[in-house]
């Protein structure tokens, strides 16, 4: 085992640079300890503020959550008079696959930060084994007893309500519900219209007890471009480029059971490495692009910026005499095809540096299953492997590639879309943040009521480099 005397390790690294707190039990988390014995120091440092109101928030939390007497009163079916001392929840929902839950779910915890509400998730079995309960004496594990844990139905609409307080001969304020789902999957507005990003939507929500968001998106950007969140957002985050980086790494604590696959994957195959590069290949339609044509592109890629050697065609092999160094490349992929192809050709091959080059891929599960709890835990385990590489290669458009390099922070390099045989020039690009991208960020100017580009209006934001209407943040 890798991890030794622990008496030496600063606790600023121990416990992410105050991130996390100190004062957590182990045996029920052992990665909260024990990651800084696999991951490097990030170079990247919360600020003192970043860190105040995450304390602040555990207090809320442990005010508010779950078995309280506040949760039990407001979320009560019927409860009619609430005062401004009453907590207020935000609850979220799954949708989509694991990339995309975990991104939706570090905005929701940024949203419920800024907006005083205690942050409950709705976890079916599938997701109830990935991580630890991030709050301490607390869970935010959504009780099953909670009144719409089955249906939806008779809770009134974010939609609904934005058009109720348009109509001016509505006082808004008598039909603001108790429960409202707060709708923000990508395709359910083809314009993207649904005013979240606009001050006087927040004055309506926030008068809202509890709020269920059913999201699959990174709608950060979107709390950037509401007036009354700037001044705070600007002061938890001065490098905007490390919201996910900070927030990832205070929520998401690989399960125990979770963190024995990690570490024993790492330590049977990554540990000894001198350089491990993780590959993240994500295809989403098998038909349109044939396997060697994705190989080619990655092999491209990877010599043009020097991440692999090249092949030792001529077999001259004269840095043999050199010391060896070596390489492993781990292989996140649905398809066997790609580690075993890479794997096959390193292994018939020297490199022209001497360099011996190891191929490992952890699992090759078909399809999607996002619903299985064992096929999630894999799809979580592969994450957070990825996150320790010191280079990424990842694939365009994929929300399990953008978890796996903003926790790690790193700026993978992003493969560009092929389609048939043609391998696209340049193969890659590299990203210029490290936080994920927002696929569908609005186009509305709430003041100037017009559509309008948003890296015109900040300089903090600009369009994604494998999504060129999304926004990513700089
Ligand atoms: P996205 O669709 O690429 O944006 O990523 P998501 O994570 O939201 O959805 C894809 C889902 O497919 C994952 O959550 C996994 O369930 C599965 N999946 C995709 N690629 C991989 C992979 O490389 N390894 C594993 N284990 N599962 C994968």
């Not at 942050?119 to 309960?133: A, E, T």
């Not at 719409?148 to 519900?177: F, G």
């Not at 091959?349 to 080059?357: A, D, L, Q, R």
């Amino acid at each position: 085992s890798i991890i030794s005397s622990s008496t030496t390790i600063p606790n600023n690294d121990r416990f992410l640079d105050g991130l996390l707190l100190s004062t957590f039990d182990p045996p029920s988390c052992l990665s909260r300890y024990q990651s800084y014995l696999y991951r490097k120091p990030s170079p990247y440092k919360p600020c003192a503020y970043l860190i105040s109101k995450l304390r602040n928030y555990e207090l809320l939390h442990t005010t508010c959550g779950p078995h309280t007497k506040s949760y039990a009163k407001v979320t009560k079916k019927g409860t009619k008079n609430f005062s401004k001392n009453d907590c207020k929840y935000l609850v979220w929902t799954p949708s989509n696959g694991l990339g995309n839950r975990i991104i939706t779910l570090a905005a929701a915890f940024l949203y419920a930060i800024l907006t005083d509400r205690v942050l409950l998730v709705k976890f079916g079995i599938d997701m109830f084994g990935l991580f630890c309960d991030p709050f301490p004496h607390s869970s935010w594990l959504l009780p099953r007893n909670f009144p719409y844990w089955k249906d939806h139905k008779h809770i009134q609409t974010y939609e609904t309500m934005l058009i109720n307080s348009s109509n001016k001969n509505n006082r808004s304020n008598e039909l603001l519900p108790q429960f409202l789902i707060l709708n923000l999957q990508h395709s359910h507005d083809a314009r993207h219209n649904n005013f979240f990003h606009c001050d006087q939507s927040q004055r309506l929500l926030h008068k809202v007890p509890v709020l269920i968001l059913s999201s699959d998106q990174y709608f950060v950007p979107s709390l950037f471009m509401i007036p009354s969140f700037q001044q705070q957002l600007s002061k938890m985050f001065p490098d905007k480029d490390t919201v996910f980086h900070h927030l990832g790494r205070y929520l998401f604590q690989p399960s125990n059971e979770a963190w024995e696959l990690i570490t024993r994957f790492y330590e049977a195959h990554l540990a000894k490495a001198n350089e491990k590069i993780g590959l993240q290949i994500r295809v989403y339609n098998t038909h349109q692009v044939p396997h060697t044509t994705v190989i080619n592109e990655i092999l491209a890629c990877t010599l043009q910026h020097k991440l692999l050697p090249e092949l030792d065609a001529q077999k001259t092999a004269t840095s043999r005499l050199k010391k060896q160094t070596s390489k492993a490349v781990l292989v996140a992929s649905l398809y066997f095809e790609y580690g075993e192809k890479l794997r096959t050709m390193y292994k018939a091959n020297t490199t022209v540096t001497g360099e011996v080059i190891k191929v490992y891929q952890p699992s090759h599960e078909g399809r999607q299953k996002s619903n299985n709890d064992t096929h999630n835990i894999k799809a979580w385990t592969e994450i957070y492997l990825l996150s320790l590489c010191d280079v990424l290669i990842t694939s365009p458009k994929s929300t399990f590639g953008y978890v796996a390099h903003s926790l790690g922070g790193l700026k993978p390099w992003i493969l560009k879309r092929a389609y048939g045989e043609t391998i696209p020039n340049p193969p890659c690009q590299r990203a210029m943040s490290m936080e994920p991208c927002f696929h569908y960020p609005p186009k509305y100017d709430c003041r100037a009521n017009n559509t309008v580009d948003f890296t015109s209006l900040y300089h903090h934001m600009k369009h994604c480099e494998d999504v060129k209407s999304g926004l990513r943040l700089v």
